[in-house]
């Protein structure tokens, strides 16, 4: 079949996307960077952005919401250490990206979001990928995915001042979650828990800009 001219341009900015925003930081983790490599980004920006699918930033998505610069996304998959077993819970669906890459390295993925539009924008857009190891919720993710614990890896998309208790609890043994916490002002850092025998171990890794988490904390401040 004769490819698109589009089509092809866009697989050489993947490309290049992967090598120099991805491959020269410190992404090496072979299954993010062929997860990476392979998922069509200009599919999960609207329609009027394509063009700017793979810059080195994030990009709105509608909803006040956004899509995850690609390095943020690769980076926070790489911390997760997931592999072909792994089953993860990620909350902020957003446009599905980040689920694409998560259910092109995981058994399954459970995927919760908050905006209806999105939750329905995204779910479709995986179906039509071909994507069927991803099972998507609409609701607030901060009471996690109770049914389905423990999990090997919970990703959150969204900032907040606490990790939800939830999520902690259904973490399993060496299980990890990374989330971004919010500090003073709008300063927010990405931080990673790990399950351990002993207990609960964190590390600080850097600071990040994501949009607030929101749920029973933001309604009951607004
Ligand atoms: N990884 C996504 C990031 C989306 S931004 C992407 O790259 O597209 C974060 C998402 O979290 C938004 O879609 C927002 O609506 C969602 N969100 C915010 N609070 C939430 C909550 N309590 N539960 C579930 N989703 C939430």
């Known amino acids: 079949m004769k490819e698109e001219p589009l089509t092809r341009s866009f697989d050489a900015l993947r490309k290049r996307m992967v090598e120099e925003q991805l491959g020269r930081r410190d992404i090496s983790d072979a299954r993010v960077l062929e997860a990476m490599g392979t998922i069509p980004r200009e599919l999960f920006v609207p329609p009027g952005q394509q063009s700017e699918a793979y810059t080195d930033g994030p990009l709105?998505?509608?909803?006040?919401?956004?899509i995850s610069q690609p390095y943020?996304?690769?980076s926070m998959t790489q911390a997760l250490k997931i592999g072909p077993a792994s089953r993860v819970l990620e909350i902020g669906t957003g446009s599905g990206y980040q689920t694409a890459v998560l259910c092109?390295?995981?058994?399954?993925?459970y995927s919760v979001?908050?905006?209806?539009?999105?939750?329905?924008?995204?779910?479709?857009?995986?179906?039509?990928?071909g994507l069927g190891n991803v099972t998507a919720?609409?609701?607030d993710g901060s009471a996690g995915w109770p049914e389905?614990?423990?999990?090997?890896?919970?990703?959150?998309?969204?900032a907040t001042p606490k990790v939800p208790p939830a999520l902690l609890e259904q973490l399993g043994l060496a299980g990890r979650l990374?989330?971004?916490?919010c500090r003073s002002g709008d300063h927010q850092e990405l931080k990673l828990f790990q399950r351990l025998p002993h207990g609960i171990e964190t590390?600080?890794?850097y600071d990040v800009r994501f949009v607030p988490l929101r749920g029973d904390a933001e309604s009951a401040n607004p």
């Open 137 to 139: 919720r609409l609701g």
């Open 104 to 109: 092109h390295i995981c058994a399954h993925v």
């Open 60 to 66: 709105s998505i509608g909803y006040e919401q956004t």
């Open 72 to 74: 943020i996304v690769a």
């Open 178 to 181: 990374i989330i971004p916490i």
């Open 203 to 205: 590390r600080t890794l």
């Open 113 to 129: 979001e908050i905006v209806p539009e999105l939750h329905k924008q995204a779910t479709t857009l995986l179906k039509k990928l």
């Open 148 to 158: 389905e614990a423990p999990f090997d890896g919970i990703l959150v998309a969204a």
